[in-house]
């Protein structure tokens, strides 16, 4: 399980201070849990229940309402009004950072069914944020999915997930795996399982014979394809061509634009 410190303006815009404690992989969803209004975050119970969740996939934050524990403002002058306004505070800060709460599966027992509302990003958007557990991890999102991304330890991360050029080679092997399988079913080949294995590595400019630039160093990727069954000569060839105009393998080859800017906070 992983914990992060989370400070966050209340209903009355003092900080209030929580805990998101997180699984070790892509949470499947994200939770608020509420004590009674005059405990802290942090007493054994809520702890419990916080472990026991992020063993099930699900982050959990929890904090201490206005004038409790570590939060600013004094108590006595909160009543149950303020202590709802600081939940919707808390569930705002969250959703502002991709996190919104989301009820469990298990509540559909008991509450009517309502249409989903589908937050999530246009088709083709992926959004990359730091978790601030360790250094260097990242969380991935593309739609409903979810992943991790991290350095290995001697690049000063945790290890925790592949690393940014891991998640390259994985878009080029897929990509070929996708495409080479495509083909083999419009023309009915019997090919099993495709399995791709690529490595990446810089080299001088001058070790490369058929390359333009000259001086300095390059990227090299190498990709060795695997294709299982009773394929001829020809299919195998045919095939081998193929994975040349996957389109990831395209894009590598062609001029990238990369537009940069920075947007609001």
């Known amino acids: 399980m992983q914990t992060e410190r989370v400070v966050f303006p209340g209903a009355e815009g003092r ?42 996939g699900i982050a959990t934050m929890r904090f201490d309402f206005t004038g409790l524990g570590s939060s600013d403002g004094d108590f006595s002058n909160t009543d149950f009004s303020s202590n709802l306004a600081d939940l919707l505070a808390a569930v705002a800060h969250l959703r502002s950072r991709g996190r919104a709460p989301a009820l469990l599966t298990w509540v ?32 991935v999102r593309s739609g409903k999915h979810r992943l991790l ?63 333009e630039t000259r001086q300095g160093l390059l990227d090299e990727i190498t990709r060795e394809i695997a294709l299982p069954g009773p394929l001829d000569a020809g299919q195998r060839a045919k095939l081998m061509e193929i994975a040349d105009k996957c389109p990831v393998h395209r894009t590598l080859h062609s001029q990238i634009v990369i537009r940069t800017c920075e947007v609001g906070r």
């Open 149 to 211: 991304a991290d350095e290995p330890v001697e690049g000063g991360g945790n290890d925790t997930g592949p690393g940014p050029y891991d998640l390259l080679l994985a878009a080029l092997g897929t990509c070929t795996a996708m495409t080479s399988r495509l083909h083999a079913e419009r023309k009915d080949w019997p090919m099993g399982p495709v399995r791709v294995t690529l490595r990446h590595r810089k080299i001088h400019a001058e070790d490369c014979a058929e390359c």
């Open 15 to 56: 900080s209030l201070a929580g805990r998101l404690d997180a699984p070790d992989t892509p949470p499947l969803a994200y939770a608020l849990f509420a004590r009674c209004f005059t405990c802290g975050k942090d007493i054994l119970a809520a702890s419990r229940i916080a472990a026991g969740l992020a063993l099930r």
């Open 108 to 139: 559909g027992r008991i509450l009517p069914a309502t249409p989903a509302v589908d937050a999530a990003e246009p088709p083709g958007t992926v959004v990359v944020e730091e978790t601030r557990h360790g250094r260097l991890q990242e969380s």
